[in-house]
């Protein structure tokens, strides 16, 4: 299992969808734990494509796993951010009333078992820990 | 990720092929513009070839829904696979839509 880095660019999100691919052949992970991973990971990759830095700058996804729970670190050097102190969406509100985003830091909650972060040496460091079926 | 929009009588066909990730939803952002001058009629979103969704493409779906709310029309749709299904449901965006 290999680490990818990424740049702060959303185009390369499909870079982040084929190591996934791959790490799901090797893990033989099925279709929906792929989505689930997929999905999850984009999320919290985007959130910090998006804001954490004001240049260019990178993210790093490890990854390991006991056989029944997937371990991935998202390390990025931006600004402080803790994504695990954002607020819920209320998702029970009307179309009219819905605010457009807010959606990606919940699906991350939703699909991952548990999501931790610290701030090391200037770095930004999430923990996901995904179980398997 | 392709859109391929086709009119129907009153209806607007909208078939979503491929992953609507955040790399995609940018140009598609910019694709469904025809939907979105077309919110006042009936709009069939076919998604029997979408692959994936994430949170950049529901915003995009419910961006439509708001408009097809001032404008007066209505959004149905197809063909979504169980793990898209259950996005929408997870979000409470299934509740906002009508699903065939």
């Known amino acids: 299992m290999e680490n990818l880095i990424l740049h702060n660019d959303v185009a390369e999100v499909p870079m982040l969808a084929a190591w996934v691919e791959e790490l799901g052949e090797e893990l033989g992970l099925d279709m929906p734990e792929v989505f689930q991973l997929n999905l999850a990971l984009e999320e919290a990759a985007v959130n910090v494509m998006n804001y954490a830095y004001e240049g260019e700058g990178l993210i790093k996804l490890s990854v390991s796993s006991n056989g029944q729970e997937i371990v991935f670190v998202m390390e990025d050097e931006g600004k402080e951010f803790d994504p695990t102190k954002v607020k819920d969406p209320d998702i029970t509100l009307s179309a009219e009333k819905r605010e457009i985003g807010g959606l990606g830091i919940f699906l991350v909650q939703q699909f991952m078992e548990s999501m931790a972060y610290s701030r090391k040496d200037g770095k930004n460091v999430l923990t996901m820990i995904y179980k398997k079926k | ?100």
Request: charged letters at 25%; proline letters at 2%; hydrophobic letters at 40%.
């Open chain 2, 1 to 100: 990720m392709t859109l391929e929009i086709t009119q129907k009588e009153d209806q607007v066909v909208a078939k979503l092929i491929g992953r609507l990730d955040t790399a995609a939803s940018q140009q598609f952002s910019i694709d469904m513009q025809p939907l979105m001058d077309n919110a006042d009629k009936k709009i069939l979103m076919d998604c029997t070839d979408l692959d994936f969704i994430s949170s950049s493409g529901l915003r995009l779906f419910l961006a439509l829904r708001k408009e097809t709310i001032s404008k007066g029309g209505s959004i149905t749709i197809k063909g979504v696979s169980p793990e898209i299904k259950q996005v929408f449901t997870i979000t409470g965006f299934y509740s906002l839509f009508i699903f065939e």
